[in-house]
């Protein structure tokens, strides 16, 4: 079956526009997450979906980051007013979700973002 | 606050060898750790895991032991082949409210020559 899919593969932005980034999670799946990753760095959580639960948010960096989950399936990460230290790449992964033990996290190919 | 940390930022080793990676944690709610290996322009793909109920856990060519007094862990790729050129990265979960949210590594490089 089809995994994890993101668009767009690379978007290149001036400072200060607003950018908009795509995930399609894997079917089925329940829980949706966004990493990133700036250079050099490891993957830095930012937001968790489950089922129709309320996010974590508490990854996010900035009130200019916000993500939704429309209809349990694909999510759309926003940044308002990009900043030079947003570039890096934007991981989303999905899992089957649900309590108990952990589910495996199934990544994307990831955005890579570059603000000029 | 580096609460996962992966001090070598690469490693080489000859194919046949055995390839250890290592990872530290700081965080003593972490209850779940795994590994991850990513290629160039691909997400990270899932490899092992552990619980912190055990120390060892084997699957094919790949081990990982843990020590939860030392608050260490590390994979063991043995042979090694050129194939596990890679980026690998350790990750952790504290499960309760944090469940799902993994703490990752800063990942270190793998090559394997031939």
């Known amino acids: 079956g089809a995994g994890v899919s993101q668009s767009p593969s690379n978007k290149v932005t001036e400072k200060g526009k607003d950018v908009e980034l795509r995930c399609d999670p894997i079917s089925g799946h329940t829980a949706l997450y966004w990493y990133r990753q700036s250079l050099g760095q490891g993957l830095e959580f930012l937001i968790y979906f489950q089922g129709n639960s309320a996010p974590d948010k508490s990854g996010l960096p900035s009130d200019r980051f916000s993500a939704e989950r429309t209809g349990g399936s694909v999510s759309t990460l926003t940044i308002q007013r990009t900043q030079q230290e947003d570039s890096a790449v934007y991981l989303c992964?999905?899992?089957?979700?649900?309590?108990?033990?952990?589910?495996?996290?199934?990544f994307g190919p990831g955005t890579r973002l570059t603000v000029l | 606050d580096q609460q996962v940390k992966q001090n070598s930022p690469s490693l080489s080793v000859q194919e046949g060898r055995i390839s250890i990676l290592n990872c530290d944690y700081t965080n003593s709610m972490f209850d779940y750790f795994l590994w991850y290996k990513k290629y160039p322009a691909e997400g990270p793909t899932f490899l092992i895991s552990i619980s912190s109920i055990k120390d060892k856990n084997e699957d094919g060519r790949f081990t990982v032991f843990l020590n939860k007094s030392a608050k260490h862990l590390s994979l063991h790729i043995v042979p090694s082949q050129p194939g596990d050129s890679a980026v690998y990265f350790c990750a952790a979960n504290a499960g309760g409210t944090s469940y799902g949210k993994l703490t990752f590594g800063q990942g270190t490089i793998l090559t394997v020559h031939p």
């Open positions: 992964a999905s899992s089957l979700g649900g309590a108990g033990l952990y589910n495996e996290q199934f």
